[in-house]
């Protein structure tokens, strides 16, 4: 679950030209923090992912979406 979660993260950001420091800065973390839950070092809390989804332009559920993606592309591939 933190891999996927941390996969679609990344992949937005990176979609939205945003470093991580940016992201965090606009979701009111530590960039640490944010490298943390991309590498699934880190479980986030709901608020947590409630404050990335908002700081990339997004709805909770369009993250949701974007995660659910990315669990199958890991489930499908096997990795």
Sequence with gaps: MRLSLGRALRRIRRERELSQEALADRAG?????V????RA????????VVHLADALGMTLPEL??????????HVESGS
């Excluded at 973390?29 to 923090?33: E, I, Q």
């Excluded at 070092?41 to 947590?48: G, Q, V």
């Excluded at 979406?65 to 199958?72: L, P």
Aim: aromatic share 12%; net charge negative; no cysteine.
């Design 35 to 38: 490298s943390e839950i991309e």
């Design 64 to 73: 949701m979406r974007a995660f659910d993606q990315e669990r199958a592309r």
């Design 41 to 48: 070092m880190k479980d986030a809390s709901f608020m947590t």
């Design 29 to 33: 973390l530590s960039t640490n923090y």
